[in-house]
């Protein structure tokens, strides 16, 4: 079945540390998006890419990093500069538009990164 | 300044008591409105896309529809496998990025 995958689901990290976390479709999305949620908040967008080799700030991007070196994967890098990186983390994808320009999200499970 | 809100912020029913959420929106102009549920620890599953006002959409026990400045989201007789918190998502026209603008969400829960 077609799909994005997220892993790892749980991930700990002591300050100061970077983390990267993975993300995957087999769905031959050309976009693909990074999202955080935190308790009480909407999902604020970190990172986005349209395309193989680019890819743009969202809201949220100071402190993270992010790389788009083929169609399929698209990790995520929390570095130490990131000040409060406990949160859930999600990856999603799209066709870039559908018919009426609209842009439908197929989200992954989600990772969970805690700073201890 | 573009906005959602949704409300209420949570929703406890008993099983077949029929309800709405609401999604109040301000975007300088209206691409399509989405609608996702979401279980505790996973990522959001895809309900409905709204695109203009008077619009309607429906699936099982649930029914969405839009007007200029909310989208309502029917839950009609639930069962306790409904429970999830419902998020809402505008994409306003124009610009590049295709950006979603998220509701903070709705937590509902059912009581059997």
């Known amino acids: 079945d077609g799909g994005i995958t997220q892993s790892p689901k749980y991930l700990f990290r002591k300050e100061g540390q970077n983390v990267t976390l993975s993300c995957e479709q087999n769905?031959?999305?050309?976009?693909m998006y990074w999202y955080r949620q935190d308790p009480g908040q909407g999902l604020r967008l970190i990172y986005y890419s349209q395309i193989v080799n680019d890819f743009q700030k969202g809201d949220i991007a100071e402190g993270y990093s992010v790389s788009r070196e083929k169609k399929e994967s698209f990790p995520l890098t929390v570095t130490s500069a990131q000040k409060n990186p406990t949160a859930f983390y999600l990856c999603?994808?799209?066709?870039?538009?559908?018919?009426?320009?609209?842009?439908?999200?197929?989200f992954g499970a989600g990772s969970r990164l805690t700073v201890l | 300044e573009d906005q959602v809100t949704q409300s209420p912020e949570a929703l406890r029913l008993q099983e077949g008591e029929s309800s709405s959420l609401n999604c109040s929106y301000t975007?300088?102009?209206?691409?399509?409105l989405f609608w996702y549920r979401q279980d505790p620890g996973k990522g959001p599953e895809f309900l409905f896309t709204?695109?203009?006002a008077g619009e309607e959409k429906e699936k099982e026990r649930l029914k969405a529809t839009l007007t200029k400045k909310e989208s309502f989201l029917h839950i009609t007789a639930p069962k306790p496998e409904d429970s999830a918190t419902y998020l809402c998502?505008?994409?306003?026209?124009?610009?590049?990025?295709?950006?979603?603008?998220f509701g903070t969400g709705t937590l509902l829960a059912v009581q059997p």
């Open positions: 975007v300088s102009g209206l691409r399509g």
């Open positions: 769905l031959n999305h050309d976009a």
């Open positions: 709204l695109y203009s």
């Open positions: 999603a994808s799209s066709r870039w538009a559908d018919h009426s320009g609209a842009n439908v999200l197929t």
């Open positions: 998502a505008v994409q306003k026209r124009g610009g590049a990025t295709n950006k979603l603008i």
